[in-house]
């Protein structure tokens, strides 16, 4: 039904362009984007099996640039037009994948109608989320994983830090495969919407479903934002089932904010869909995520503090969940012309079931990173 409707409404979307619009000017692209520049200091420990403990400190750097290429029509019939390209702009070790095209799709939108995305383009879904309030959007629990480094014994390296369960973000959304989404027009503050793509595990812009080769997946949801006796109210309901790693996701965030101040996050269960013997033998995904944060901006300044912690099953086999906590601060001071300072503390712990084997020890990565970002 969901793809059933989705197609309905790029039809009818489509069929209102007329052909008398065509013959205007066609669309002129602007230039914008982003270029945001980091340097960070971490400590890894973690319980090592080799030596009792681990311990390392790292200096890193990283850099994230986009450039981004816009630009939007109205067609006589009211119909606006908008195209959309989002090119990665970094040298990462030669890899295609930081110097490529990112997303590139068309919006078909109108105040009656909503709006459908048809491309290679995020998930509904992603959007949709209602998240903790977080002064420093570019960094999310799963991207400070990066910034973990190799933790070291007497008798050798253990290996990288990484999360021992899935994040909200690790979970909820897809790739940017092709795709079609759409989002009503809002009333009274509530919106619904909906997202499906033949292939999810790819980010290629000729998404086809293969059998055994391509799993679909879908999200859908309803988000509210409005004022309630003086406060602004975000919240969302989402789901999201992803075929390529069995899972059903279930969202729902709420955020407060009150002269300053937004308090919120959210909670995300996970249902691994695979059979008992999928589960025994690829391992379980069945798991859930909580964050919560508060965040307060004055000005230019906007300070935020976040706590999040997950669990998921793994290994049936194995007793246990694992298990992830992390909390951090930070800060982020607006100087105008797109320019701003970011600052952030961060503390991970990842604890797998079992806690026997090498990489299968406890660790705990903490650390600062600094930043400036510009917007152009």
Not at 35 to 60: C, F, P, Q, V
């Amino acid at each position: 039904m969901k793809k059933i409707l989705l197609g309905t409404t790029a039809v009818i979307a489509l069929g209102s362009m007329t052909t008398e619009a065509f013959a205007a000017d066609k669309i002129q692209l602007s230039v914008g984007g982003f270029m945001k520049e980091y340097l960070g200091i971490t400590n890894s420990d973690e319980e090592a099996t080799t030596n009792g403990s681990a311990r390392d400190k790292d200096i890193s750097q990283y850099t994230d640039t986009e450039i981004h290429f816009k630009g939007s029509t109205t067609l006589d019939s009211g119909i606006k037009v908008a195209a959309t390209i989002e090119v990665e702009a970094d040298q990462d070790g030669g890899t295609a994948d930081r110097r490529n095209v990112d997303r590139s799709f068309l919006t078909i939108s109108s105040d009656a109608v909503g709006s459908l995305v048809i491309g290679s383009a995020p998930h509904f879904g992603e959007g949709n989320l209602v998240r903790v309030p977080n002064a420093s959007g570019n960094f999310d629990w799963d991207d400070l994983d990066d910034w973990g480094g190799i933790a070291r014994s007497a008798t050798g390296a253990t290996g990288a830090f990484a999360n021992a369960s899935a994040t909200i973000m690790g979970n909820q959304i897809g790739g940017d495969s092709a795709k079609l989404s759409y989002t009503s027009p809002t009333f009274s503050g509530v919106s619904v919407g909906a997202s499906y793509t033949a292939a999810e595990a790819a980010n290629a812009s000729d998404a086809r479903r293969v059998a055994g080769t391509q799993n679909d997946g879908y999200t859908y949801g309803i988000h509210y934002s409005g004022d309630l006796g003086g406060a602004a109210v975000n919240a969302d309901v989402t789901r999201a089932n992803h075929g390529t790693n069995n899972t059903e996701i279930t969202h729902a965030g709420l955020t407060v904010g009150m002269a300053g101040f937004t308090v919120g996050g959210g909670y995300s269960d996970v249902n691994d869909t695979q059979s008992v013997a999928g589960r025994t033998l690829n391992g379980s995904q069945d798991g859930n995520t909580w964050e919560l944060g508060v965040s307060y901006a004055t000005g230019p300044y906007t300070v935020s503090a976040a706590y999040m912690k997950a669990e998921q099953v793994q290994s049936i086999a194995t007793a246990g969940d694992d298990k992830d906590t992390a909390w951090k601060i930070a800060a982020t001071y607006d100087m105008g012309a797109g320019v701003a300072l970011t600052a952030n503390y961060f503390n991970l712990k990842a604890d797998p079931e079992g806690n026997t084997a090498l990489t299968q020890t406890s660790r705990t990565i903490n650390g600062v990173i600094a930043g400036i970002e510009v917007g152009f």
